[in-house]
Nanobody, 125 residues
Framework: QLVESGGGLVQAGTSLRLSCAPS????????IGWFRQAPGKEREFVAA????????AYAESVKGRFTISRSNAKTTMDLQMNSLRPEDSAVYFC????????????????????WGQGTRVTVSS
């Protein structure tokens, strides 16, 4: 089970931090991904990381602005979003896939088997 938190309404240029809290399993062998879906659009990949944090991937549209990392408490996989733009407005979902020792980060939603309910991010101009 995955639970997202941290969404909200912010102004363009500001920051927001989303958290994804997995439960009920040993996530050390998992990859956690963040996806988003804007109204009327397909769900798209944003970022992903192995639970260990040693391998990550980002969509081109968020590179340099978003950072995915595990929290210091090692209980959540967070998405730090800086320099937010109105086009970042969407419902953000976290997802998990059992990746084992693979260092290849999957970016297609079909590769992820567990999904959270989503948290809404709205960026006003």
């Amino acid at each position: 089970q995955l639970v997202e938190s941290g969404g909200g309404l912010v102004q363009a240029g500001t920051s927001l931090r989303l958290s994804c809290a997995p439960s009920g399993d040993a996530f050390s062998m998992y990859t956690i991904g963040w996806f988003r879906q804007a109204p009327g659009k397909e769900r798209e990949f944003v970022a992903a990381s192995r639970w260990s944090g040693d391998y990550t991937a980002y969509a081109e549209s968020v590179k340099g602005r978003f950072t995915i990392s595990r929290s210091n408490a090692k209980t959540t996989m967070d998405l730090q979003m800086n320099s937010l733009r109105p086009e970042d407005s969407a419902v953000y979902f976290c997802a998990a896939r059992r990746s084992g020792f693979s260092t290849i980060i999957r970016t297609f939603e079909r590769d992820y088997s567990s999904w959270g309910q989503g948290t809404r991010v709205t960026v006003s101009s």
